[in-house]
Every structure is written in structure tokens, then in C-alpha cells.
């Protein structure tokens, strides 16, 4: 069975940084396309970063120059580094990966950045 479990989400100040993670079980993220994803509320899920299989990050444009993602294979799990977070940044992330066919998700970790 297949599950992603995020972590590291809380409250931090704007300008701060948070370290998230996802880990997984009954998968190896190894080779995988992983993608880090957030829904503020109200608004709709939108895709964060991805790293691609042969490990290629993509970033939205409204967070380039400011979150990393990476892989740690030992851990079988992926890091999102998100520093100089801003309010707009505020939203619960997920992690994502296609398996089989089949979107996985976890269940998501908040993010508040506010004063």
C-alpha cells in the first residue's frame, strides 16, 4: 500500500524558512517524478516543484529563486526548502506521485507565514 506522509509545516514569520519533507512507503522514490503541491484556501491545488525522474527541478514562477526541492534516497523520501516565505505562500502542501496510472497524495502539511 502506497503512502506519502508530509511534515515540517507550521507558522513562521514572513521572510523565514521551513523545511518540508515526504516520506513514502510501498514505493521507492528513486527514478519517480515527485511534485510538491499547495491549495491556499479557496483557491484551487497548484503545482509548487517537481523533480523529474533524472533528477530535473521545476519551480512556478512565483516561487523560483526561493524554494529547492531534493531527493533523499536514503530516506526514500523529498525535501521542499522554502525560504523568504511570504504571506501568499500560506496554504497546506502536499506531495504527489504517479504511480501505475494512479495519483498519490499525502495529506498534507499547513504552512502560515504571518506576522
Known amino acids: 500500500q502506497v503512502q506519502l506522509v508530509e511534515s515540517g509545516g507550521g507558522l513562521v514569520q514572513p521572510g523565514g524558512s521551513l523545511r518540508l519533507s515526504c516520506a513514502a512507503s510501498?514505493?521507492?522514490?528513486?527514478?519517480?517524478?515527485i511534485g510538491w503541491y499547495r491549495q491556499a484556501p479557496g483557491k484551487q491545488r497548484e503545482l509548487v516543484a517537481r523533480?523529474?525522474?533524472?533528477?530535473?527541478?521545476n519551480y512556478a514562477d512565483s516561487v523560483k529563486g526561493r524554494f529547492t526541492i531534493s531527493r533523499d534516497n536514503a530516506k526514500n523520501a523529498v525535501a521542499l526548502q522554502m525560504n523568504s516565505l511570504k504571506p501568499e505562500d500560506t496554504a497546506v502542501y502536499y506531495c504527489?506521485?504517479?504511480?501505475?496510472?494512479?495519483?498519490?497524495w499525502g495529506k498534507g502539511s499547513l504552512v502560515t507565514v504571518s506576522s
Open positions: 504527489n506521485v504517479l504511480l501505475h496510472g494512479k495519483d498519490y
Open positions: 510501498g514505493l521507492t522514490f528513486t527514478r519517480r517524478d
Open positions: 523533480v523529474s525522474s533524472n533528477d530535473v527541478p
